[in-house]
């Protein structure tokens, strides 16, 4: 028994407590899509799943689930030993189809998805740049691959570009110091310069601050200077654009220009708007083929269940069938909310998508609003250090299409009152 480790991990847990930065797990069931109960019985209204389209609690996904448990509660195996079930084949083509992609690839969540893709494809002499914003997921992809990592200023593409020079000039001295030293061995020179490969990779919908990454931009960035773009939708597939496509129709919408053809990857998640779980990643087939061959997280971990992967699969029909329904729903109660709030005060961060930050400032007070919501029935996260800077807590909002505008309305409300209440006791 290691005592010295039991201290250590003890004096970190305390430090974190006098923090006020203790995490917990509440346990809570969903009755609906926006209402959860916890143990106690006491009902909530919810303001921080990525449940963006209600679909968890919509009959048909339910039933799907049911129906697929007869084949099975487990997928029993990898995809490559045991084989792959019809569900996982049928989903992939009906994500492809969507996207407009050649390819899919389903991994089990969206956060192996970013580590499977990332390092498998980035190697040792690869240079990755990186929005300083992006998810957990990507960074800690980039951290397990080889490959050397440039942090560019969040959505700052003239940073971006710097940087991207900056590696070129490196480059460049590195291969002539090679060459003077294996003295005009040509081989070696072309090889050097062929084998390094330049990857962006972003969000698309960031997650803490529900932004939208300068996607047009990149793309330019990433012709220009031959890198290979990957974005992270997954806060954005089912939520932005007007079919809910994503980040590249949102642009599309925008500015008539299709950007698909100009990213090479899109990557995203199974559990936000398609309400199950697992992760994807989409684009040209060669790519997949190389990922089946060689991504660890694919290769060694057992499959989604036939029920997660149907009820995925409908979600996203559903989607296809009704967009125009849920999404005019989803936008109504985003700008409602939204309008609501900065009226009544609140310093709340412009933008389109239902995630609503609410900046506060010292992390106490954003917990102690919190925690005056939750007894006002109300769910909300605080977000504070270390997932944003010292100083800068937050509440952190996400509105739904199922949530009624009666439910936003009250809601504001009651988030005003305790602003206010909390205001006058500084
Ligand atoms: C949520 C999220 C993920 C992780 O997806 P999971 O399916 O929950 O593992 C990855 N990337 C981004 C940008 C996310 O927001």
Redesign the pocket.
């Known amino acids: 028994m290691n005592k010295n480790l039991e201290n250590q991990i003890k004096e970190e847990l305390e430090e974190i407590n006098q923090k006020n930065l203790t995490r917990k797990i509440d346990n809570l069931r969903f009755v609906t899509s926006t209402r959860a109960i916890d143990e106690n019985g006491k009902e909530y209204l919810v303001y921080g799943t ?1 449940n963006y389209l209600g679909l968890t609690h919509h009959p048909d996904v339910i039933k799907s689930a049911q129906t697929a448990s007869v084949n099975g509660t487990g997928s029993t195996g990898s995809r490559l030993t045991t084989g792959g079930t019809f569900e996982a084949h049928e989903l992939e083509k009906n994500i492809s189809s969507f996207k407009a992609t050649e390819s899919t690839l389903l991994f089990n ?3 192996m998805t ?1 580590l499977g893709v990332i390092y498998t494809l980035c190697k040792k002499g690869d240079v990755i740049f990186s929005d300083r914003l992006n ?1 957990a ?1 990507i960074i800690d992809g980039i951290k397990i691959s080889k490959a050397d990592v440039k942090i560019y200023k969040h959505k700052d593409t003239d940073d971006l570009e710097r940087l991207i020079q900056e590696a070129v000039e490196e480059n460049k001295t590195k291969n002539l110091t090679n060459n003077t030293q294996n003295n005009t061995n040509e081989e070696n020179k072309t090889e050097n310069e062929n084998s390094q490969n330049f990857f962006i990779i972003t ?1 698309g919908v960031f ?1 803490m601050d529900g932004d939208i990454a300068p996607l047009p931009e990149l793309t330019e960035i990433a012709e220009k200077y031959n890198c290979c773009l990957i974005i ?1 939708d ?2 954005a597939t089912g939520v932005i654009g007007k079919t809910g496509k994503g980040t590249v129709e949102y642009y599309k919408d925008k500015t008539g220009t299709d950007l698909t053809p100009y990213v090479d990857l899109q990557i995203g ?1 199974l ?2 708007a398609l309400a199950s ?1 697992g ?1 994807y990643v989409t684009g040209k087939k060669i790519y997949m083929d190389y990922l089946i061959n060689k991504s660890r997280p694919f290769i060694f971990s057992t499959a989604l269940s036939p029920a997660t992967l149907a009820s995925a699969n409908t979600a996203l029909n559903l989607l296809r069938e009704n967009h125009e329904e849920y999404l005019s729903a989803l936008r109504r109660n985003t700008r409602r909310m939204r309008e609501l709030l900065s009226a009544g005060g609140l310093n709340v961060v412009e933008g389109e998508t239902p995630i609503i930050p609410i900046i506060i400032g010292p992390a106490k007070l954003a917990g102690e609003f919190a925690q005056k919501l939750e007894e006002e029935g109300i769910l909300v996260s605080a977000i504070r250090p270390p997932s944003v800077p010292d100083g800068e807590s937050r509440l952190r909002l996400t509105i739904i299409a199922t949530h009624t505008i009666e439910e936003i309305e009250y809601t504001a409300d009651i988030v005003i009152r305790i602003w206010n209440e909390l205001k006058t006791e500084k």
Request: net charge negative; glycine share 12%.
């Open positions: 990525n969540t969206g956060y970013n998810h997921s969000d997650s992270d997954a806060h998640t559990s936000k779980e992760g």
